[in-house]
């Protein structure tokens, strides 16, 4: 396979330029190879497919760069330590960076969390503002972008907003916490109301021309959802129970006058499409699940889905399936995603990775049917240090069919290897895939076969499957770790004797879970922000979000309320039963799960006189966005497994 990146930087103003070449002689890679942030992210086409923006990682620091025809620079600019969590285009000349901070609880609010706010970049005048700054009435924070618009000859986004109140003394007061709809004129930077929300949580489709196609209204006590047409219609188009929050605004339909409902709050998922004017239904991609959505850049209208399974897209035009079809035969043997496109889908940014490939960016141009890479992820990994991945079946103690993604290490003859088990994080509605994961990748290369079960609660695999593991924490979803563990050792690829367990957020709790309420299975455990003590995490939850919300009641539905019932399935709770070495790592700034849970773990293992290691990263968040800590945590994680299940 041809492979290239973009392997040379010039430096050009505040930005980058990156240009195309073929990979040399390379030296092992370090482990800050793995651990550094991608090289490139979120790279993004403009509807004509003239322009590309991405997120260029130099370093510890990120630039926002535009390239035009030829790959010649049209604008860049220094983000810093920002974390960009997404770039949306508005036309071709607007790019719209959705970034974000934590704020440690504000004045305005209660809690800590991830505060967002959108910079607009306007490419062909090379400038930047912020979204809202200069709107003295709003708060300096975007909630929700909800698309463009070309309206008399000007192009606006929309954005949900929080309008301040004037008390008696006319200075600004926040007197609520939920959000409005709001038109800014990106020329002007101008904010203009739209659609006064109110304490029932509203959601808005808008049209190509900026008009509110439909609304949708949610009563967190009661959990009852509605969609209307318009801003002011009285009768709902459609009503439904939603108690656990699993009911979206999705977008435009198919066709002009329908809306789409994503709806997961049934026996079966469901996305329906509902015609505005009478308010009748029609369920698509029916038996099948979806990852994404893909949108047309200028009628908004749905285009198809990308499926985790075959056939991978579902396109409603045979033309765009055609084309995707053949882009998809291009690449035999990767994983290959569709990640931005033009109008037409006439040009596309994929990204491929699996087999040998650590994660390449390519631009396919179907009028020449050339597909040219032009970015790597991970340029300082070659083809020969990717470890090979595969799927790897097997059943559970009651049966149940499990998949897991199973990475080996590069050049070792698959035989009685040390073993790391990898549960991924979510838990419910999350699942891994075969591709490059660079916590994986790192552990293969330093000799560790990685299994990452999809246990029961895993999306991919059917409703059914994925509603099994409600109320298993600690229970089947638990066994279904260990099960995997036993059924690839009867192989003789793994030696059972040599397992440790290592996750992140509901994976750090499985790993906990492993040694505490699982006995003689793995030698050590990593915990990433993992929850410990399900008491305390509960009512920690029930205090930001109210006992009757939809966040709440997902968790009753999770992990129960009851005292007993969760101390029984607290790694806390049994911490001196623990049988095996622990290393917590946990980000200061986690507004997902509390450093709290790590320090109450580390407190009580200390007590029970049993060996641990607490790690804590500054400035670090529940995803690990920082490349210093990142690397901190996987140095500090391969460390503690090389003590205690050394690799040869």
């Known amino acids: 396979m041809l492979r290239c990146c973009m392997c040379a930087w010039l430096v050009w103003g505040l930005g980058v330029v990156l240009l ?50 030829d790959d010649q620079p049209v604008y860049a600019t220094e983000v810093g330590n920002s974390k960009v969590r997404d770039l949306q285009w508005a036309g071709d000349d607007h790019l719209l960076a959705t970034v974000s901070i934590t ?45 463009d618009a070309l309206a008399g000859g000007r192009r606006f986004a929309y954005f949900g907003g929080i309008d301040y109140e004037r008390d008696f003394a006319a200075s600004y007061v926040l007197g609520h916490t939920w959000r409005s709809l709001f038109g800014v ?56 129970k939603d108690p656990q929050g699993d009911i979206a605004l ?48 200028d009628s908004k209208q749905l285009l198809g889905a990308a499926t985790p399974g075959e056939p991978r897209a579902i396109l409603f035009d045979p033309r765009l399936q055609t084309r995707y079809n053949g882009t998809r035969k291009a690449f035999p043997g990767l994983q290959m995603r569709l990640v931005s496109f033009s109008r037409n889908l006439d040009r596309l940014i994929v990204f491929t990775d699996g087999g040998d490939d650590s994660g390449t960016y390519w631009r396919v141009n179907i009028a020449t049917g050339q597909a040219e890479p032009i970015a790597s992820a991970y340029p300082q990994i070659r083809q020969a240090d990717v470890g090979p991945t595969s799927l790897f079946q097997y059943k559970a103690g009651d049966g149940l069919p499990i998949e897991a993604v199973l990475t080996l290490p590069p050049g070792r003859k698959p035989e009685r290897l040390p ?39 895993s999306s991919g695999y059917g409703r059914a499957f994925r509603d099994a593991g409600y109320g298993q924490w600690g229970r089947l979803m638990q066994s279904d770790l260990s099960d995997g563990v036993r059924a690839l050792a009867a192989t003789g690829i793994a030696d ?88 917590l790592v946990h980000g200061l700034d986690d507004t997902v799960v509390p450093i709290e849970q790590s320090r109450l773990m580390e407190s009580a293992l200390r007590r029970a006189g049993k060996p641990v290691t607490l790690v804590t990263l500054k400035g670090e968040d529940h995803w690990l966005s920082r490349e210093d800590t990142r690397l901190a945590m996987l140095q500090a994680s391969l460390d503690f497994v090389r003590e205690h299940n050394p690799p040869r």
Not at 49 to 61: L, M, Q, Y
Not at 104 to 130: C, H, I, M, Q, Y
Not at 197 to 221: K, M, N, Q
């Open 496 to 583: 059972p004797g040599r397992v440790c367990i290592m996750g992140a957020s509901y994976g750090g709790y499985a790993a906990l879970a492993g040694v505490s309420l699982q006995k003689g299975v793995y030698r050590c455990a990593v915990s990433v922000s993992g929850p410990s003590d399900l008491t305390a995490f509960f009512a920690w939850e029930v205090k930001r979000h109210g006992y009757h919300s939809s966040s709440t009641r997902y968790w009753r539905r999770a992990i129960g309320d009851s005292g007993a019932a969760l101390r029984s399935i607290s790694p806390l709770e049994h911490a001196d039963q623990i049988d095996a070495p622990v290393l």
């Open 419 to 457: 073993l790391v088990v990898m549960p991924h994080g979510g838990p419910i509605g999350v699942r891994d895939q075969i591709g490059f994961d660079w916590i994986a990748q790192a552990f293969a290369g330093a000799g560790y076969a990685v299994l990452q079960p999809n246990y029961r609660g």
């Open 250 to 297: 999705a977008g435009l339909g198919r066709r002009p006058g329908t809306v789409l409902v994503a709806d997961n709050s049934g026996d079966a998922d469901r996305l329906t499409e509902v015609s505005i004017a009478d308010a009748r239904t029609e369920d698509l991609f029916v038996d099948q699940d979806t990852d994404e959505y893909w949108f047309d850049p």
């Open 20 to 69: 195309g070449g073929a990979f040399g002689a390379w030296a092992a890679p370090a482990l800050e190879a793995y651990g550094r942030l991608p090289g490139v992210e979120l790279m993004r086409m403009s509807p004509s497919g003239e322009r590309i923006a991405f997120i260029a990682v130099i370093g510890d620091k990120r630039r926002l760069a535009v390239l035009g025809a």
């Open 185 to 240: 004129d990106l020329e002007t930077g101008k904010a203009a109301l739209i659609d006064k929300g109110s304490e029932l949580g509203h959601d808005w489709v808008l049209t190509p021309a900026g008009e509110v196609a439909a609304h949708s209204e949610y009563e967190e006590r009661s959990g009852a959802w509605r969609l209307y047409a318009g801003r002011n219609a009285a009768r709902p188009l459609l009503q439904r």
């Open 103 to 147: 704020f440690s609880r504000p004045v305005e609010f209660r809690n800590d969390f991830e505060l967002f706010g959108t910079l607009d970049v306007a490419v062909t005048k090379r400038r930047s503002k912020t979204i809202f700054a200069g709107n003295k009435g709003l708060v300096q924070a975007t909630f929700g972008y909800f698309g």
